[in-house]
T-cell receptor, first 118, second 111 residues
Framework: DVKVTQSSRYLVKRTGEKVFLECVQD?????MFWYRQDPGLGLRLIYF???????EKGDIPEGYSVSREKKERFSLILESASTNQTSMYLC?????????????????FGPGTRLTVT | TQLLEQSPQFLSIQEGENLTVYCNSS?????LQWYRQEPGEGPVLLVT?????EVKKLKRLTFQFGDARKDSSLHITAAQPGDTGLYLC???????????FGTGTKLQVIP
């Protein structure tokens, strides 16, 4: 079974603090993703990475950065946390490329980090 | 930007009832996934459909991919309280394995 773990389930930070959210997957997946999930807005992609040291902006990258130094680990960084970054943060990974004769887009999620910025 | 609209947004039913959730788009997808998310947890993959017209069954859940690969449905027979959760569909949205998630259907099954 694919396992995706996130460093914290709940986090409370103050405005202006630098925040690190860590995600680790154990299935040698190529791709990793960071989403935030807010009521009424659904899942929105912040950043994703398709290889070590490679990253691409998603739909809402402002105020965030990411780091992928090792294949299994993908970090999300809030440089200066603000109250509008209070949200549920979800990390996901996917195999990437061809699997048999099909391209697979299946994503495997971690349990999420509920971040509150006060 | 590809959009996936799900309906209904909310559904509250009694245990034992049947229900259908819809996922619609004007875009064609090469594959479509369904996920279930319980409160406070991450989404869990239920199924992937890849062929137009395909039907897949997972116990009491039946998933269908539209012939034109633009829409999908999830039918639950004899719903149980354990089926309660947020149901999300997702379709591929370009390179690098990105997907677009639907707007979600929140299901509550009352014992």
């Amino acid at each position: 079974d694919v396992k995706v773990t996130q460093s914290s389930r709940y986090l409370v930070k103050r405005t202006g603090e630098k925040v690190f959210l860590e995600c680790v997957q154990d299935m040698d997946h190529e791709n990793m993703f960071w989403y935030r999930q807010d009521p009424g807005l659904g899942l929105r992609l912040i950043y994703f990475s398709y290889d070590v040291k490679m990253k691409e902006k998603g739909d809402i990258p402002e105020g965030y950065s990411v780091s992928r130094e090792k294949k299994e680990r993908f970090s999300l960084i809030l440089e200066s946390a603000s109250t509008n970054q209070t949200s549920m943060y979800l990390c996901a990974s996917s195999l990437g490329g061809l699997w048999g004769t099909e391209v697979t887009y299946e994503q495997y999620f971690g349990p999420g980090t509920r971040l509150t910025v006060t | 930007t590809q959009l996936l609209e799900q309906s209904p947004q909310f559904l509250s039913i009694q245990e034992g009832e049947n229900l259908t959730v819809y996922c619609n788009s004007s875009s064609v997808f090469s594959s479509l996934q369904w996920y279930r998310q319980e409160p406070g947890e991450g989404p869990v993959l239920l199924v992937t459909v890849v062929t137009g017209g395909e039907v897949k069954k997972l116990k009491r859940l039946t998933f269908q991919f539209g012939d034109a690969r633009k829409d999908s449905s999830l039918h639950i027979t004899a719903a149980q309280p354990g089926d309660t959760g947020l149901y999300l569909c997702a379709g591929d949205s370009g390179g690098y394995q990105k997907v677009t998630f639907g707007t979600g259907t929140k299901l509550q099954v009352i014992p």
